[in-house]
């Protein structure tokens, strides 16, 4: 029994009664995709019917691991035998291809229909440009039909000439859309792979489904994030997004998303430890002067052998496939996650990148001005909240404050208990820096020792109408040698020394009135020697 083959859909064969009946080729639908980093499972939905022996779903890139197919079936289907067969491209053209070629061969065909009438216009303006030469001759002097071909003329000329430029603009935008479709047709035909079948052997005893599932690489996806600040009622609207993007040959209409962070592409086979050997070779006995010198040469290094040509034997690949990287995931939780996208997904196979919404959620934060006037004289405005619940991924951070834009940042948060991200600069506050003194010289019995002293005073002034939380960050020299000794004066004093458990960083706190400045004096005294060299002087 020979099965219907339908490209791009599934031909199903059944007995019954003693004869053999084929019924019209099914689609089977794409209807459902997991998305990993870096390749993808995809689903088909295929409905049988009582009595039938075989299915074949033809039509299938041939880039998928065989391997990995898997078939599900419902009550009342027994499952037999499944067989996949790869189909050349020559004998199974693709249905992106013939669709190609139909559309340039109509926008050929409309080119033809303008050039005909751009000959017409020609023919009529060839003659016009002749008229005036032979009216004057044949027309002799009667005035009134001088003037009523001079007025023929005049319209016949500026209707010519006109339809002459709309059908010349109508040519060259042909030939622009020709060009567009021509450049799509041959990268399809150059990219062209072979097709593969997947036949298989049921017994069906009432209708249901097959469901049929394989991996497929050229797919992946990655986090992104949306954070809008509203500084009135200190809360961030986050926003949870996927950038996905495939180039599978396939294309996504309609299907159900789901992602994960898993990663079936890497070895799941756990490490073999061997024990280390270590093996002990003497030293060889020192060679005598005179048994150096009577050592023979070297024999001359063997002719090599011709090298045997290899050949590759394979799908076809792109130059351009080559440069398409599907998105990875930077990192991901302890075991995988997954999310379901709302709605439908469409994803075209050419590698775009899309961006799909997962969840929003509102969280109170607290807001504060940062200040770090050692590294840089601007106040930046900055949000901090309880991490959310659940496995928050790595990815990139859209950050607006009250609607506007202010800028992108990357949350790595793997390394963060908190959610904290700086929403801009706060040109409300100023901060200025004062160099109350600076000195180098020597210091110690005959100048054994160098010595520098720094002396700063910070003023930060607030302009806003309203209260706002200061926060002044320094990081002060700290000393990683014996050698070097730091003394380090400030007034006031730090409410924290070691900020965030980072050695050397003192910070501030301080809420601030609408009109109020707070001053800061920071100053060092550091001792090194006089020999060698120190690094990170103030």
Do not use: C
């Not at 990663?263 to 756990?270: D, G, I, V």
Request: aromatic share 6%; glycine share 8%.
């Amino acid at each position: 029994m020979k099965p219907i083959v339908a490209t791009a859909a599934v031909a199903l064969l059944f007995v019954q009664e003693g004869a053999v009946a084929a019924v019209a080729a099914t689609e089977a639908p794409i209807t459902a995709v997991t998305v990993y980093p870096g390749s993808a499972t995809v689903e088909r939905l295929v409905p049988v019917k009582a009595g039938m022996t075989e299915v074949e779903i033809a039509g299938l890139p041939a880039n998928f691991d065989a391997r990995t197919v898997r078939v599900q079936a419902s009550n009342g289907i027994q499952l037999g035998q499944i067989v996949t067969r790869d189909i050349s491209a020559s004998e199974a053209p693709g249905a992106r291809e013939a669709e190609l070629e139909q559309k340039l061969q109509a926008l050929r065909d409309s080119r033809d229909v303008l050039e005909v009438d751009a000959q017409a216009a020609n023919l009529v303006r060839g003659y016009l440009e002749k008229l005036p030469g032979s009216s004057e001759r044949g027309m002799g002097a009667d005035g009134k039909v001088i003037a009523g071909a001079i007025d023929a003329v005049r319209h016949g000329a500026r209707d010519t000439y006109g339809q002459l430029q709309r059908t010349q603009v109508q040519l060259r935008d042909m030939d622009r859309k020709i060009a567009v479709v021509q450049k799509e047709l041959e990268r399809v035909r150059s990219g062209a792979r072979d097709q593969r079948s997947l036949t298989v052997t049921v017994a069906v005893r009432q209708p249901g489904t097959l469901r049929v599932s394989y991996q497929v690489n050229g797919a992946g996806w990655k986090p992104a994030y949306r954070a809008t600040l509203d500084t009135n009622t200190s809360r961030i609207d986050l926003e949870r997004m996927a950038v996905v993007s495939q180039k599978t040959g396939e294309d996504w209409s309609g299907v159900a998303l789901k992602l994960s962070t898993g990663q079936p592409r890497l070895s799941p086979q756990a490490p073999d430890p061997q024990p280390r050997l270590l093996v002990y070779r003497p030293p060889a006995p020192p060679m005598d002067v005179r048994e150096r010198m009577a050592a023979p040469a070297p024999a001359p290094a063997l002719a090599m052998a011709p090298s045997r040509r290899v050949e590759v034997t394979g799908s076809k690949l792109l130059a351009e496939d080559l440069t398409y990287i599907p998105p990875v995931l930077e990192s991901q939780g302890n075991f995988d996650t997954e999310f379901d996208v709302p709605g439908k997904a469409n994803l075209v196979s050419d590698g775009r990148e899309i961006s799909l919404p997962l969840s929003r959620l509102a969280l109170p934060v607290a807001q504060r001005v940062r200040v770090v006037p050692k590294m840089n004289k601007a106040a930046f405005l900055m949000a901090q909240a309880e991490r959310p619940s659940g496995v928050w991924l790595s990815g990139d951070v859209q950050l607006f404050r009250d609607g506007a834009y202010v800028g992108n940042t990357h949350w790595n948060s793997q390394t963060a208990d908190k959610l904290q991200w700086s929403f801009g600069r706060d040109e409300l506050v100023r901060v200025t820096v004062d160099r109350a003194g600076q000195q180098t010289g020597s210091s110690g019995f005959l100048s054994q020792k160098g010595e520098r002293e720094v002396a700063d005073v910070y003023t930060i002034a607030s302009s806003h109408k309203a209260p706002v939380a200061l926060e002044v960050l320094e990081p002060a020299p700290v000393s990683t040698s014996d050698e070097i000794k730091v003394d380090t004066v400030f007034e006031p004093q730090p409410a924290v020394k070691d900020w965030e458990r980072r050695q050397g960083v003192a910070a501030w706190e301080k809420t601030l009135a609408p009109g109020e400045a707070m001053k800061i004096k920071v100053r060092y005294t550091i001792r090194y020697p006089k020999e060698g060299s120190v690094s990170g002087l103030p």
